[in-house]
Nanobody
């Protein structure tokens, strides 16, 4: 079992930055791939970024490529999502998810509760 807790969300103006954190506890976190997804009101959950267990491979959606960076510190059992040049369309609840396999789509076995990001214009 892996427990995930996101933090770092908040309200920011367009063009600003935030760093989300996904802290894990439970089983050996370093063996799990982690992804970030987001869901805006009345929209489907969409893939944002993913990172392999050792951090050697990363994937990004086209909408965030060049602006967001996913990274991890396995010694701290934490994955980060650095978000720069934020746009109002980035407004959503952001969720981290973990699984043994690296995917850009669900299913992921473990999910956090989400953290809200609101970008004002």
């Amino acid at each position: 079992q892996v427990q995930l807790v996101e933090s770092g969300g908040g309200m920011v103006q367009a063009g600003g930055s935030l760093r989300l954190s996904c802290a894990a506890s439970g089983r050996t976190f370093s063996g799990y791939a982690v992804a970030w997804f987001r869901q805006a009101p009345e929209s489907e959950r969409e893939f944002v970024a993913a990172i392999r267990s050792n951090g050697g491979i990363t994937y990004y959606s086209d909408s965030v490529k060049g602006r967001f960076t996913i990274s991890r510190d396995n010694a701290l059992n934490t994955v980060y999502l650095r978000m720069n040049s934020l746009k109002p369309e980035d407004t959503a609840a952001y969720y981290c998810a973990a699984d043994l396999l690296l995917r850009t789509t669900p299913p992921y076995n473990y999910w956090g509760q989400g953290t809200q990001v609101t970008v004002s214009s």
